[in-house]
C-alpha cells in the first residue's frame, strides 16, 4: 500500500520537450527560441550591413564623362560595334574598381573604348610581338591600353595624384623588358631611358625630319642635312647625278687609260673632232711600230672618251672594230671579248660597221670555248640572209665537220678562212690535230706516209708536221725509209689520245665532248 502510493506521487516524466510553434515566416521567435533570437540577427539587420547596389554607386564626374564621350555622335566609329563597345567599356571600369585605380586614373586623357578596339586589332594583324603582362603595378588593362596608342602616349601627362611619380608606363623597367622581348636586338646605343629625353626615339626622329626638310628648303646641299644618318665629322664627297653628256676640251692626241673614280672632266676628255684623229694616228702608229701594249692602252683611252660623252656613231662602231682586230692579230681575247659585247649592242641600233664579219668571229669564238649553250643560242637567232654570208656560212661548216668528226673537210675549211677568222682557228686547231692524228691511227696500219699527215691536217710542210709530232711526245712514232718519213701508226694505240688529256689540262685548250 505504502509503495503503491510513493509510485503515485511522483510527478509524471516525459520523453521530450515542448516548443511552441511558429505562427509565421516574418516575425520575431516565441519565448522558447529566445537564445537563438538573441545569437542571430533579423533577415532586416542582416541586410544593414551589406554594400549599396550597384546600378546606385554615385560615379565620379569624370567616369560619367568618360562614358557620354564614348557614345557621343562624334566619336562613334562604323567599324566597332556598339554592343563590343559596352563591352569594353564595362571592362575597363570593371578592372578599374576591383583594383582601386577609379579616382586615380587620368579619365579626361584615356584613350575611348573604341579607340583601343582598333588598337587591338591593328596590333593582332600587324604585331610580331608576344603580348604584354597581365598586370604592371595596379594598371592591367588601362596601361596596356595606354602603351599601346603609341601616338598618344607622349601626350599624356601624370596626374597630381602620383605625387610627383612617372606613370606605370613611362618607367624604364617596362620599356627594358619589353625591348628584350624583341625578335632582334638593338645594337643602337641608348643615351636616354624615358621618352621625355632628348635621346629617345620618339623625339630623336620628329626633330631628325625637320631638320632634313629645313635644310632641303633652305637649299642646303651638305651630306649632313640630306644624310642624317651619316657623322657630321665624315667628309664624303656625294655623287652627283649628270645632267647630260659632257663635251671634252682636250686637244691631246694620245692620253693615257685611267680607270674613272670621279666624274669626268671635261679637261681630260677629248671631243669627236680629236678622237677622229687620234684614230687615224694609232692606226699608222700600229702599222709602223707594232707595239701592242701600248696600242692597246691608247685604243682603251679613246672608249673610254666615247663613253663619257655617249658618242654612239659610225665612228664609234669603226673604233671597235679595229681595236677587236689587233686583239684577235694578238691573241688578246679577254680585249676582244669586250669589243664584242659591245659591237653587238651597236649594231642593234644599224649604225653600219660590219655585223657579218665579227658574227662569224662569234661562232669560231664558240668552237674554241666549246661552249654549246651560246652556240645554240647564236645558231636560232641566225636569219637566212645571215646564213648565206659568205663568211658565215664558212663558220657554219667548220662548225658542222667538228660535229660530224670530218677532220679533212675541217682542215680544207682551215686553210681557206676569210678575214681574220684564221687568228681564231689557230687557237684550237691544235686541239683538232691531235684528234685527227688519234683517228688516222686507228684507221690506218701499219704506217703512213708523213706527206700523207701534212696535207690532211693542214700543215704548211713536212718540217711542221713532223715537229707536230715530236712535241707531243711521239719522235719514236717517225721512221725514215725508202727515201721518206712514215708514221708508225701501229705503234701508236691510244698515244694520241693521252696526247689529246694532257694539252686539254693546259689553260686555253678546251676538248669537245
Not at 624615358?194 to 642646303?220: C, H, V
Not at 683611252?301 to 663619257?308: A, E, G, H, M, N
Amino acid at each position: 500500500m505504502s509503495m503503491t502510493y510513493a509510485r503515485n506521487s511522483m510527478p509524471p516524466t516525459t520523453a521530450f520537450t515542448a516548443v511552441a510553434a511558429r505562427r509565421n515566416f516574418g516575425g520575431q521567435q516565441q519565448a522558447g527560441s529566445v537564445h537563438s533570437s538573441s545569437t542571430s540577427p533579423s533577415p532586416s539587420a542582416a541586410g544593414s550591413t551589406n554594400p549599396p547596389d550597384k546600378g546606385k554607386r554615385d560615379w565620379p564626374p569624370q567616369v560619367r564623362s568618360y562614358v557620354q564621350r564614348s557614345f557621343a555622335d562624334g566619336n562613334i566609329l562604323p567599324d566597332v560595334d556598339r554592343q563590343e563597345m559596352e563591352i569594353k567599356l564595362k571592362k575597363i571600369i570593371s578592372q578599374s574598381v576591383e583594383e582601386g585605380t577609379l579616382a586615380t586614373i587620368d579619365w579626361d586623357n584615356l584613350p575611348l573604348p573604341q579607340v583601343m578596339i582598333q588598337d587591338e586589332r591593328r596590333r593582332t594583324h600587324s604585331s610580331h610581338f608576344p603580348p604584354l603582362p597581365s598586370k604592371q603595378n595596379g594598371h592591367s588593362i588601362l596601361t596596356n591600353e595606354i602603351k599601346s596608342n603609341k601616338r598618344k602616349s607622349a601626350e599624356i601627362e601624370p596626374s597630381d595624384s602620383t605625387g610627383g611619380q612617372s606613370l606605370p608606363w613611362r618607367q624604364s623597367s617596362d620599356r627594358e623588358s619589353f625591348e628584350s622581348r624583341l625578335s632582334y636586338p638593338d645594337k643602337r646605343p641608348r643615351n636616354g631611358a624615358g621618352p621625355d629625353s632628348p635621346f629617345s626615339k620618339s623625339n630623336q626622329a620628329p626633330e631628325a625630319r625637320k631638320k632634313r626638310f629645313q635644310g632641303a628648303l633652305a637649299g642646303t646641299s651638305s651630306a649632313a642635312s640630306l644624310r642624317p644618318w651619316r657623322s657630321s665629322t665624315t667628309h664624303e664627297v656625294e655623287p652627283t647625278e649628270p645632267k647630260g653628256p659632257i663635251i671634252g676640251r682636250c686637244q691631246d692626241l694620245e692620253k693615257k687609260y685611267f680607270r674613272l673614280t670621279s666624274a669626268p672632266n671635261p679637261d681630260t676628255v677629248r671631243p669627236l673632232h680629236v678622237l677622229e684623229k687620234t684614230l687615224d694616228h694609232l692606226k699608222k702608229k700600229w702599222r709602223r711600230e707594232k707595239k701592242y701594249p701600248y696600242i692597246c692602252d691608247q685604243f682603251k683611252s679613246l672608249r673610254q672618251d666615247l663613253t663619257v660623252q655617249r658618242i654612239k656613231t659610225s665612228f664609234t662602231v669603226d673604233a671597235y672594230e679595229i681595236h677587236a682586230r689587233i686583239a684577235l692579230e694578238e691573241g688578246d681575247l679577254s680585249e676582244y671579248n669586250q669589243c664584242q659585247t659591245q659591237l653587238r649592242a651597236l649594231y642593234v641600233q644599224n649604225l653600219g660597221g660590219h655585223p657579218f664579219e665579227f658574227l662569224a668571229y662569234r661562232i669560231l669564238y664558240f668552237l674554241h670555248t666549246s661552249n654549246r649553250t651560246d652556240m645554240n643560242d647564236a645558231l636560232a637567232d641566225l636569219t637566212p640572209t645571215e646564213k648565206r654570208h659568205p663568211a658565215v656560212k664558212h663558220a657554219l661548216d667548220a662548225r658542222s665537220a667538228l660535229a660530224l668528226g670530218n677532220y679533212h673537210r675541217f682542215f680544207q675549211l682551215y686553210l681557206d678562212t676569210p678575214n681574220m677568222g684564221a687568228y681564231l682557228m689557230d687557237m684550237f686547231v691544235g686541239r683538232e690535230r691531235l684528234s685527227a692524228l688519234s683517228a688516222v691511227c686507228r684507221a690506218y696500219k701499219p704506217d703512213v706516209r708523213l706527206r700523207f699527215v701534212t696535207e690532211e691536217l693542214g700543215f704548211d710542210s713536212d718540217e711542221d708536221s713532223a715537229r707536230f709530232i715530236c712535241e707531243h711526245g711521239a719522235p719514236h712514232l717517225l721512221e725514215e725509209r725508202d727515201g721518206g718519213v712514215h708514221l708508225l701508226t701501229g705503234k701508236a694505240p691510244g698515244f694520241f689520245d693521252s696526247a689529246l688529256k694532257a694539252a686539254s689540262a693546259r689553260p686555253g685548250v678546251k676538248v669537245p665532248t
